[in-house]
């Protein structure tokens, strides 16, 4: 499992928005996103680039990809 940190999250449809926009980049699966922890947990082969991509284009502030 690799993660993301997103930041800007407030509340559970954020979360939603997060794990929407992460589900629909190509290679990535099995997406789960915390709003406690700030974090979105996945599986895949996406490029970091796609994944900043996904989640700065829904307004949230996305962290390095681990």
Known sequence: MK?????????PKCVASVTK?????PGLSNVSVSLEKGLATFEGDA???AIKT???RIGFVPGQVK
């Open 47 to 49: 490029s970091e680039d």
């Open 3 to 11: 993660t993301v940190e997103v930041g800007g999250m407030h509340c």
């Open 54 to 56: 996904a989640i700065d």
């Open 21 to 25: 926009a992460l589900s629909e980049v």
